[in-house]
């Protein structure tokens, strides 16, 4: 069974200054897909970037990054500029890629997210 | 404005009631799924449906009954629930399985009484 773990619970970032957020996880698998969603108070699960574990590529959208090692089967969330709307609860994501379309659909597995903060 | 409509917003329901939850979404998305949300926990998967089909049950209790009519519309049935049922009922759907996104709806927040 796959397993994600983000081992800080909580982080606090100043306005405009630059965060990482760290997530690991386990698995035998060489193809899938990692993301990072973002859920703030109203609840709404937000997809913040995905990464697609055969790229060796990491992925970036605007001020978000992620640096993924596969070797170390790990996948941070670089966010820059941090901007009061980027408060939330941030969850790391694992999903198994599915070579067939129709088949063997397989749902995500959530780390227990980490609750950034942003000081004004 | 999300691409996911769940309905209703809200639910409070006594544990002897019957009631469903609703899904919908048309951006010709083929997989559906439900997630339980507890408070300050992370989603946990329930189903999965792929092309109208159930694919995935994730071991959860008959007091919760899925179906999918159509390519657009997910239900989630609920029947005799208890207390610890109480939670955040997310919906989501993907373009096909495992590859894409998955894209959520805002959930349903259910309480049992």
């Known amino acids: 069974a796959q397993t994600v773990t983000q081992s800080q619970p909580e982080m606090s970032v100043q306005e405009a200054e630059t965060v990482t957020l760290s997530c690991t996880y386990d698995?035998?698998?060489?193809?899938?897909?990692l993301f990072w969603y973002k859920q703030p108070p109203s609840r709404q699960m937000i997809l913040v970037i995905r990464?697609?574990?055969?790229?060796?590529q990491n992925a970036t959208e605007n001020r978000f990054s992620v640096n993924f090692q596969k070797a170390a089967k790990s996948f941070s969330l670089k966010i820059s500029d941090s901007q009061l709307g980027d408060a939330a609860m941030y969850f790391c994501?694992?999903?198994?890629?599915?070579?067939?379309?129709?088949?063997?659909?397989?749902?995500?597995?959530f780390g227990k997210g980490t609750h950034l903060i942003i000081q004004p | 404005d999300t691409e996911v409509t769940q309905t209703p917003k809200h639910l409070v329901m006594g544990m002897t009631n019957k009631k469903s939850l609703k899904c919908e979404q048309h951006?010709?998305?083929?997989?559906m799924y439900w997630y339980k949300q507890k408070a300050k926990k992370p989603p946990e998967l329930m189903f999965v449906?792929?092309?109208?089909?159930?694919?995935i049950n994730e071991s959860v209790p008959s007091r919760f009954s899925p179906e999918c009519p159509n390519s657009s519309l997910l239900n989630l049935h609920l029947h005799a629930l208890q207390p610890e049922d109480s939670a955040l009922y997310l919906c989501?759907?993907?373009?096909?399985?495992?590859?894409?996104?998955?894209?959520f709806g805002d959930g349903t927040r259910l309480s049992i009484l």
């Open positions: 989501a759907s993907s373009p096909s399985t495992g590859s894409q996104p998955q894209h």
């Open positions: 951006m010709g998305h083929r997989a």
């Open positions: 990464q697609e574990a055969y790229k060796q």
């Open positions: 449906y792929s092309y109208e089909k159930l694919s």
């Open positions: 698995t035998s698998e060489s193809d899938y897909y």
């Open positions: 994501a694992y999903s198994l890629y599915s070579m067939y379309s129709g088949g063997g659909a397989d749902g995500l597995t």
